[in-house]
């Protein structure tokens, strides 16, 4: 009698036994008709699961596509000159805390955070744009952060991932933040 387990045989691991509560990790992974099964995803509502990205992303809202996204970095050395670089700074500053950068406000575009669901805050837009900065003083940094940009399928360069966050295409405006009504004012 050979000591080799038999992977054949139809328990999938020979004699396993998974002990009293224990869920065994194995089963429901393989079906008998062979093809996997995969757990159902729980959507929340106002939500939908972009097959591309692999994201939950907001209803009305859509991942920025490269082009928008260059073009927002062209169009930020445009606004940068025409302001004065201190114009531009300083309606940076107001932009972030809606979560946008002024290019972004000016094409409708808006960074999301998908691990909670919210938009970017202010500090979180200081960190993504400080990262920004930062890379732009180590060699080759932006050329690799463009090409991490361009392959990756949730369209995140390298500040994204510092800040953990993605930048969506917002037409409808689904994503602007609510005012706080009276009531909220005086709690």
Do not use: C
Not at 58 to 63: K, Y
Not at 121 to 140: K, N, Q, S
């Amino acid at each position: 009698m050979s000591q080799v387990p038999d992977w054949n045989t139809t328990s999938g691991a020979q004699g396993y036994q998974p002990a009293p509560g224990q869920v065994n990790p194995q089963a429901g992974m393989m079906p008998a008709g062979g093809m996997p099964v995969f757990p159902a995803v729980q959507i929340p509502p106002g939500m939908y699961y972009d097959q591309l990205s692999g994201l939950v992303l907001p209803q009305g809202t859509q991942l920025a596509t490269a082009g928008r996204r260059i073009g927002s970095w062209f169009l930020a050395i445009l606004l940068a000159i025409a302001t004065l670089g201190i114009g531009y700074v300083i309606w940076g500053l107001i932009a972030w805390g809606k979560g946008q950068t002024p290019t972004q406000q000016v094409l409708g575009m808006q960074s999301w955070k998908p691990q909670t669901g919210t938009n970017a805050t202010w500090g979180t837009m200081f960190l993504r744009e400080l990262g920004y900065a930062v890379l732009g003083w180590i060699p080759f940094a932006q050329l690799v952060s463009f090409i991490m940009f361009l392959a990756s399928k949730e369209r995140r360069a390298l500040h994204d991932h510092i800040a953990g966050t993605i930048v969506l295409h917002d037409p409808n405006k689904v994503l602007r933040p609510v005012a706080p009504s009276q009531g909220q004012l005086a709690a």
